[in-house]
């Protein structure tokens, strides 16, 4: 059975389909990784029942944790995340001179900078980006990431595979210490939730981080995940595995880890002492100073004063999740990068009964059903709920077995903003056979649909009441299936989650309401030193994302420049 996939990542957090209260898209998902060897901060071993079930936070304890200062501490772990980790271990990327057919006028800039540059060919993350950018076109709003992916995949949205125009180099002079927590236990975030047969809606080539090629992989995999253009879940779920192992990253990331609570941090609640914190960030008279450095790192104390540059200092709380327990830890960083994707917390009816156990908000809760037998071709028809790449997945996982589908969307079949109508019909067949069904219902045993209607009502007895245009219905079923879209789960940036979208107040919305960012730097216009990447600043696809990842290291790397010239 081929299940469509790609929703997650690239689509169904998409505003595309996702509408909180409103019968339209698509399920949830998770996002997360694993630390291996990044110094972790003093800790204590903490039964799971300490942690509280309402806040999924550990409950306060004797002694508290020693913080640890990073400069950089990403949340989440899927393919924004470990791109941005790539680059901060000091990987940088270099134009080959090469791309003039593809852009004559981004290729000129390119070569001029190198001409005038007194150190030659200087790398993207010292060039001006917004210059570079100028004049970019393409299926992304953002200028940095049309730069990026003009030159990582050139020509791609002609269907061409061709060379990437960036070569790399290591320069460990621009490494920038850094921590990665995820709550899954591998590197990959949504993609290693994800039902492993499903097939990405973009193609496999579009999957791949900077310099290992997702084909050439595929080669590597002995025909264990090799497709003709769209790849599976299950090996773009290895693929990012294999990404962080090759460059050497685990030591970067903290897998299975929970973050609880992010504070900005005042003088007055700041930690006594912090590992690791730079002696520049203490203030004080220069006796005070000299004494400070002259302590170890852990005996610096932190809590009295930090000198002021319009820029925040975070602390981040959280939990590893292990065998024995719970380990909390609390990092304090200067950067704080969100990279979570939207697929937390899957939106909802808001209607009467949604909370009754037979109404599913997921892809996998309904496959676990029909595994276990609950539901079959026997059994009252199953009601999926949404108009998108989601609701397709679920209709042709319940027809797969046989079982009756009742299908219901908000929208008229002929919305020219409906996803099917964007999707090439060689590419994507199984697609617009759900597309067919929905125009000529029919012709299909087992399928009946109602466009235009909305759920008033679900009653204990499985008895589902519709609402369309010029009438009511009350249907029987056995099952509930929402896939109307999800949304990222930012509870533990307490109120400070309302104040960071383009509209202040709300809560954050892939479409509607992403975070409010500089494209230059991905930094928020609101919170300053914190960074937002991914599908939570509106990029769903993979090789736009990418983009984010160098605007925020060209950032930090000018910042750390203008900090040595400083001193």
Known sequence: MVLGAQTIEEHKQNGDFGKNNSQLFGPSSIEN???????????????LEDVDSTTNRPHNHRREVTPVYKEVVIVGNGPSAITLSYFLAGNCPYYNGLGESVNDMLHCRLVADSKTSPTGNRSLVEQDLTFLAQGLEGRSSNPIALLFDTLNHPQADTGLELP?????????????????????????????????????????????????????????????????????????????????AAHDLQKYFRNSSVITEVTVCQSKSLPEHCDNIPPDL????????????????????VGKAIRKRNQNLWTVKGYDKTNNGIQPFTYVTKNLCLATGTTDLPNILNVQGENLPFVLHSLNELESLINSGELSESSDPVMIIGAGLSAA????????????????YR????????????????????????????????????YKVFEQHVVADILPDR????????????????AVVVCIGSHPDLSFLGDIQYDIGIHPGMRIDCKRNP????????????QPGLFGLGPLVGENFVRYVQGGALAVSNHLLKQKKEEVERK
């Not at 203490?282 to 790192?297: K, L, P, V, W």
């Not at 679920?394 to 299908?407: D, K, M």
Request: negative net charge; glycine residues 6%; hydrophobic residues 35%.
């Open 33 to 47: 990784d694993h630390i291996t060897s990044s110094p972790s901060p003093t800790t204590m071993i903490v039964d």
């Open 164 to 244: 990437s125009l960036l070569d790399w180099k290591h320069r460990s002079e621009y490494e920038i210490d850094h921590v990665v927590i995820g709550k899954g236990p591998a590197p990959g975030g949504a993609w290693q939730s994800m039902e492993g047969d499903v097939l990405t809606i973009s193609r496999g080539c579009w999957m791949e981080l900077p310099q290992i090629n997702f084909r050439e992989w595929e080669r590597m995999q002995q025909s264990r995940f090799q497709r003709e253009s769209r790849a599976t879940v299950a090996s773009v779920a290895q693929y990012y595995c294999d990404y962080v």
């Open 282 to 301: 203490i203030s004080g008279d220069e006796d005070e100073d000299r004494n400070f450095r002259r302590h170890t790192i852990s005996e610096i104390p």
């Open 393 to 408: 997945d679920a209709i042709i996982a319940t027809r797969f077995h046989s079982i009756p589908v009742v299908h219901c």
């Open 411 to 446: 929208r008229n079949v002929d919305d020219k903003n409906l996803i099917f109508k964007h999707l090439p019909v060689n590419m994507y067949p199984e697609y617009h056979k759900i597309y067919q069904m929905m125009q000529y219902p029919s012709g299909y045993e087992g």
């Open 463 to 478: 008895r589902v009441k519709l609402v369309g245009p010029s009438s009511c219905r009350i249907l029987r079923v056995s």
């Open 515 to 526: 975070l409010a960012i500089n494209f230059a730097t991905h930094e928020s216009v609101r």
